[in-house]
């Protein structure tokens, strides 16, 4: 049962355009939400995240938006840039489970220079 | 400050085989979650380890099985290996505090495959 969804497994952007990438999930008890970014060969690498009390939250380009009622997240990347170019994962967790993060099967995101 | 290191970087084992794939959380952490990534899929949360005990566990059976030692390193053990285990393998270390949200950072994982 996939609790965390990805439903565009890829998308394509011109760089210093708006890169938006989509996340529902299904569990409304999830809490805590965080925004991976993984390239080839390395680990994912943790961008920003947002606790359900909030419904948005900024880190310099990164933008995340939280929408509870729609049990929808996403992510915000302005300008983008090629070196954007990576699989975005996002993940949820709940406070009765704590550091168990559920991930979605990610987006390949391309910046087109 | 020395982030997650996992080793090793890929393994090649026969179906029935048993594999333990290591992991040195980064400087300061003290907490292990172990995940598998299939081909085209997000991570799935196997265990994690907290003060050298299993302290939450997914939807994976019980010949997968962990340890962490006293540094905070930890180990990740398969027996009787089937062709689906094949995947990446990644450790992510954070700093649990009870009631609290933390932060996971992940290695570069470990690539298994099973023939």
């Known amino acids: 049962d996939q609790q965390v969804k990805q439903n565009s497994p890829s998308l394509s952007v011109q760089e210093g355009r708006i890169s938006i990438l989509n996340c529902d999930y299904t569990?409304?008890?999830?809490?805590?939400f965080l925004w991976y970014k993984k390239y080839p060969a390395e680990g994912p690498t943790f961008l920003i995240s947002?606790?359900?009390?909030?419904d948005k939250n900024e880190d310099g380009r990164f933008t995340v938006f939280l929408n509870k009622s729609a049990k929808h997240l996403s992510l915000h990347i302005v300008p983008s840039q090629p070196g954007d170019s990576a699989v975005y994962f996002c993940?949820?967790?709940?406070?009765?489970?704590?550091?168990?993060?559920?991930f979605g099967t990610g987006t390949s995101l391309t910046v087109i220079p | 400050e020395t982030g997650v290191t996992q080793s090793p970087t890929h393994l090649i084992k026969t179906r029935g085989q048993q594999v333990t794939l290591r992991c040195s959380s980064q400087?300061?952490?003290?907490?292990v979650s172990w995940y598998q990534q299939a081909l085209g899929q997000g991570p799935q949360f196997i265990f994690q380890?907290?003060?050298?005990?299993?302290?939450g566990r997914g939807n994976f059976p019980p010949r997968f099985s962990g340890l962490q030692f006293p540094n905070y390193s930890s180990e990740l053990n398969v027996n009787a290996l089937e062709l689906d285990d094949s995947a990446l393998y990644l450790c992510?270390?954070?700093?649990?505090?009870?009631?609290?949200?933390?932060?996971?950072?992940f290695g570069p994982g470990t690539r298994l495959t099973v023939l």
């Open positions: 992510a270390s954070s700093f649990y505090v009870a009631g609290g949200r933390n932060t996971q950072y």
């Open positions: 400087s300061g952490h003290n907490t």
């Open positions: 993940a949820a967790s709940r406070r009765s489970t704590g550091n168990q993060f559920y």
């Open positions: 569990n409304s008890m999830f809490d805590y």
């Open positions: 380890y907290y003060r050298e005990e299993e302290n």
């Open positions: 947002i606790s359900s009390i909030k």
